[in-house]
C-alpha cells in the first residue's frame, strides 16, 4: 500500500479527487468476463476522458452475479490497468462479513487504492446506529486500506448523517458515497468539514456541489463515459471550470449536456437499467457487452429507441 492506517485520511484528501466513475463490467453472451473489453475499456476511460479514478466490482458492474474469484480478477485487471495514472475504489460489499474481509485483504494485496463497503441489509433492526457504528470498525480494525462508507436505499434504510460522523472518525474511513436525498449530505457535509469526502452519484447536482460544499470527488457512477467522448469531454470540461471558480462558464458547459442526459432518462426501461448503459457505452464504441442474471436485457425495440435518441442528443464522436 501507498500509506498506513494512520495516513490514510490525508492521502484520500490529497489524491481522491476529481471525476471517478463506477465501471460497467462486460460479460460474453454466454455469461463469461470480456475480460480484453474491460481492459479496452479502462484504457479509453483513462487515456481518452481523462477520468481520475474507477469504483470497480459495485452494484452497476453487477457484482452480486460474479463468483469471488471474479471480483478478485476484476479488481487485479483495474489495478494492472490504471498503475499510476488513475485510483481505484474496490467495491467489498457482501452480507457475508467474513467476504467482505477476504476481498479487503486481497484489494490491498493487489495494490488498490481503497475499498466501498455498503451498509448491509438490517432485517427487522429500527435502531441502527450502534450496529452499523460496530460494522465498520470491525472493518477498520481488521483492515488497513482507506475504506469509504456506502449508504443507498437498497439497503433498506439510509444512514443518518450523525451516524456517518461518528463512523467518519475512524482512522481509516476516508469517504463516503452517500445516494440519499440531498438535505442528508448537505447536512452531513456541513457536520465534518473535510474529514472525509461526501460525494453522492447524481451527476445533475456535481456543479452545485462544487460550488455550494466545496466538494473535490465525484464517487461515481456511469456518467463519466456516457456523456463524453475523446471529441467531447464536457464533464471534464465544466469540472476544471468549477475547480478553477469559473462558474459561469461551468454552467454553460453543464447545462449544454442537457440533451444527452435527456436522451438516457427518456429511453431507459425502468427495469433494465445495467443493459441500457451497456447499449449506450456500445453506441459510443465501448464495449457493452451482456447482462447476467437477474438482469433483463434490452428489446430490439428498445435498442431502435435508445440509438435513435443517441443520433439526436449531440454528442461528437
Known sequence: MKYTKSEAKDYARETMRGIWAAALNPFHTDGSFNEAGLRQNIRHWIDDLEIQGLFIAGKQGEFFSMSLEERKRNMTIAVEE???AAGTIMSISDQ??????????YAQSCGADYVVVHAPVLSFCHDRDEVLYNY??????????????WSHPDSGYLMEPETCARIAELPNIVAIKYSVPRDMYVRLTHMIGDK?????????????????LNWKLYLCSSPPYQL?????????????????????????????????????????????????????QELLGQVGGAVRHPMLELSQAEKDATRAAFEQCGLQL
Open 82 to 84: 490504471c498503475g499510476e
Open 228 to 280: 463524453q467522448t475523446k471529441n467531447d469531454k464536457r464533464m471534464h470540461e465544466y469540472t476544471e471550470l468549477a475547480f478553477a471558480g469559473k462558474m459561469d462558464q461551468a454552467r454553460k458547459v453543464r447545462d449544454s449536456l442537457d440533451p444527452v442526459r435527456a436522451a438516457i432518462k427518456r429511453t431507459k426501461p425502468g427495469g433494465k437499467p445495467t443493459a441500457h448503459g451497456k447499449y449506450w
Open 96 to 105: 457475508n462479513v467474513n467476504t467482505v474481509l477476504e476481498l479487503g485483504l
Open 196 to 212: 472525509i469526502h461526501v460525494s453522492t452519484s447524481l451527476e445533475d447536482d456535481w456543479l452545485d456541489n462544487i460550488q455550494e
Open 136 to 149: 465498520y470498525k470491525y472493518l477498520c480494525d481488521r483492515l488497513d486500506i482507506g475504506i469509504a462508507m
